[in-house]
T-cell receptor
Framework: SAVISQKPSRDICQRGTSLTIQCQVDSQVTMMFWYRQQPGQSLTLIATANQGSEATYESGFVIDKFPISRPNLTFSTLTVSNMSPEDSSIYLC???????????FGSGTRLTVV | KNQVEQSPQSLIILEGKNCTLQCNYTVSPFSNLRWYKQDTGRGPVSLTIMTFSENTKSNGRYTATLDADTKQSSLHITASQLSDSASYICVVSADDYKLSFGAGTTVTVRA
């Protein structure tokens, strides 16, 4: 299965600032996915990022708040903009490596906004 | 609305004992069902993946079952170990990449 390096692993940020999370995959993938996992909750899809096109956002998530870059087939970033304490969550990136492998997730970024 | 319901929400078991986690779903059309293990502060790690034609799949001490007719799945952990303490998430796919996540079952294994 794919290996995903996600960083930072955790951060504590001041409200009103922005944080950019990076995901590097060890092989080329068409789609990368960004999720949010709020405390005690399951994962919620934020957006799907395809290389060379704008990300597709799920209901409740907008590009101004969560801009995404996908400059090539192995890398993507998610920025959490103008943060508030409600943005405190774990953010995860994910790729699919075929039905035999399922989805592989990054180790997550634990964000705390104070 | 596609939904995935897991039970119990949490459970505590003694080391060496077995346990079974349940997952009921209403996702349609069904493509596949996956079980993930998520350690605290880490990303989910895939345990099993099953399509509608498969009714059981094992990965070491983890055995998943699927009844596509009743839309139910279970994950059985045999001879639990302390390292099995984690959240177990049932994930159902309706198409190529749209996933529906259960809220997870938190398993605590005590010595």
């Amino acid at each position: 299965s794919a290996v995903i390096s996600q960083k930072p692993s955790r951060d504590i940020c001041q409200r009103g600032t922005s944080l950019t999370i990076q995901c590097q995959v060890d092989s080329q993938v068409t789609m990368m996915f960004w999720y949010r996992q709020q405390p005690g909750q399951s994962l919620t899809l934020i957006a799907t990022a395809n290389q060379g096109s704008e990300a597709t956002y799920e209901s409740g998530f907008v590009i101004d708040k969560f801009p995404i870059s996908r400059p090539n087939l192995t890398f993507s970033t998610l920025t959490v903009s103008n943060m508030s304490p409600e943005d405190s969550s774990i953010y995860l990136c994910s790729v699919e490596r075929g039905t035999d492998y399922g989805y592989t997730f990054g180790s997550g970024t634990r964000l705390t906004v104070v | 609305k596609n939904q995935v319901e897991q039970s119990p929400q949490s459970l505590i078991i003694l080391e060496g004992k077995n346990c079974t986690l349940q997952c009921n779903y209403t996702v349609s059309p069904f493509s596949n069902l996956r079980w993930y293990k998520q350690d605290t502060g880490r990303g989910p790690v895939s345990l099993t993946i099953m399509t509608f034609s498969e009714n059981t799949k094992s990965n070491g001490r983890y055995t998943a079952t699927l009844d596509a007719d009743t839309k139910q799945s279970s994950l059985h952990i045999t001879a639990s170990q302390l390292s099995d303490s984690a959240s177990y998430i049932c994930v159902v796919s309706a198409d190529d990449y749209k996933l529906s996540f259960g809220a997870g079952t938190t398993v605590t294994v005590r010595a």
